[in-house]
């Protein structure tokens, strides 16, 4: 019986599936590169120069390139960069910072400081077509601008790994600020490459990642999806990414079980707003004020048009039930309902690291 491990939160849940049902493991792909290529790049920065390095969200990848950063300050007798985090991140960031280094809150909306650097993990995204740096600070500082980003979008469905209209947006909204980005592409094993610069320059790593990311697979009748990442799914609307990635990859009439812990909750004011019955679907087509998370619940009612959803996660059933996904209490009972659903003999994909993974 293969033993197929899959993230769920800081921890790996197994999943026990038998050789049989097992139609294939995608994981992602891409080469690592080593320390001293690492070391080589970084060392292309000024660091005698003051620098706030800004934590967008907490990854090993993004720990790597920080402990590599204050190794390098090291070496060459220089001060650590300034790191800063939302409150919400501050402790796992600190947690994999080297021994009696210091981490501030990052709460200004403030992007003139020309001493920031903000560092992030490229993934794809339903809206834009990739996560980038660019695409963070948009959602995060522009909600005046993330109105029209939502306007431009390619249609009702979501469009990872396209270059959208909406991208350009996020672009334009970056070069607004003489701020400075390390962008990382990585893969479930280390990291692939990093780019260093203006965030609308580091964004052209999204080559890099379809590199490796896309898969052709065929269509699958029943897939179980993990994000790879706790960063990737300590919410449901970071987690629904993962299932836009894969969409074009399940049969209609499939199923396709999203496991995220969600220990943060829905993260997104949206399909709060919509289970609280306080947003209709039908304001979600032309809005005339963007509300965080609106491409989540509009691509959500679309795809289930399409196929079935359901969710291992630790978010209350009422909340599943209200977004007509199918709660399911653990790893070991979504693969029994598969079996129950979709016949003894059913064969499985399983996606180990849908943040970073185009199957199609």
Known sequence: MPEIWLNYGITDVVLD??????????????????????????????????????????????????????????????????????????????????EGSSINEFDTGDLSNSNLFFIAEMEFDGLFGYETISTRLIRKFGQDQMLSAYAKRKGNLPTP?????????????????????????????????????????????????????????????????????????????????????CSNAIQNGGLAILVAECKAGLGSDALQQYIEERLPLEKLRNPTKYIAGMEDLLFLTEVQKNFQIGLVSILPEFYS?????????????????ILKTQGARQKVAVVSDGARILPR
């Open 161 to 245: 790994g396209q270059p959208t209209d909406s991208l350009e947006e996020a672009k334009k909204f970056a070069n607004n600020f003489e701020i400075q980005g390390i962008e990382v592409v990585a893969n479930s094993k280390g990291i692939v490459d990093f780019s260093i610069g203006h965030p609308s320059e580091t964004m052209s790593l999204t080559k890099t990642l379809e590199s490796f990311a896309i898969q052709d697979i065929g269509k699958q009748k029943s897939m179980i999806i993990s994000t790879g990442k706790d960063a990737s799914n300590d919410t449901l609307s970071k987690s629904l990414s993962s299932l836009w990635n």
């Open 321 to 337: 039930k209200k977004l007509n996904m199918i709660s399911i209490s653990g790893i070991k009972e979504a693969m029994e309902y």
């Open 17 to 98: 599936i038998r050789a049989e049902n097992l139609e294939k493991k995608i994981d992602s792909e891409g080469t690592i590169l080593e320390d001293p290529a690492i070391n080589e790049k970084l060392g292309s920065l000024n660091l005698s120069k003051p620098m706030d390095l800004v934590v967008l969200h907490n990854s090993r990848s993004i720990q790597k390139i920080i402990n590599s950063l204050f190794t390098l300050c090291e070496q060459k007798s220089l001060p650590f960069p300034n790191v800063l985090a939302e409150k919400k991140i501050m402790n796992q960031v600190k947690a994999g910072m080297p």
